[in-house]
């Protein structure tokens, strides 16, 4: 059984940062991509970032890029998000996720794995 469990969230200021982390267990990551998804009230589900296991290679969704970081820890099987300069639109439960293979990252049905989410609020 794969667990996902983010930690991190929380409230601050726009201007400010926050790093999220996703601790993987339950199997070998070695073959998966890793996501980063958020979600804001009544909207749906949006790709954030991704990078496959090895960390090689990444993605990121414009609204995002040059603000946001994804790294990981192979020895702690953890994934991080830091993210810098944040914006009252990026207020959402940001969720960690994991699939098998690089290609569809984008697309958050494609992913088998979930966290249960944390809370990022950014006050203006």
């Known amino acids: 059984q794969v667990q996902l469990v983010e930690s991190g969230g929380g409230l601050v200021q726009a201007g400010g940062s926050l790093r999220l982390s996703c601790a993987a267990s339950?199997?070998?990551?070695?073959?998966?991509?890793m996501g980063w998804f958020r979600q804001a009230p009544g909207k749906e589900r949006e790709f954030v970032t991704a990078h496959n296991w090895s960390g090689e290679i990444t993605d990121y969704a414009d609204s995002v890029k040059g603000r946001f970081t994804i790294s990981r820890d192979k020895d702690k099987n953890t994934v991080y998000l830091q993210m810098n300069s944040l914006k009252p639109e990026d207020t959402a439960v940001y969720y960690c996720?994991?699939?098998?293979?690089?290609?569809?990252?984008?697309?958050?049905?494609?992913?088998?794995?979930w966290g249960q989410g944390t809370q990022v609020t950014v006050s203006s």
């Open positions: 996720a994991a699939k098998v293979g690089w290609s569809l990252r984008r697309y958050s049905h494609r992913y088998e794995y």
């Open positions: 339950g199997r070998t990551f070695s073959t998966y991509a």
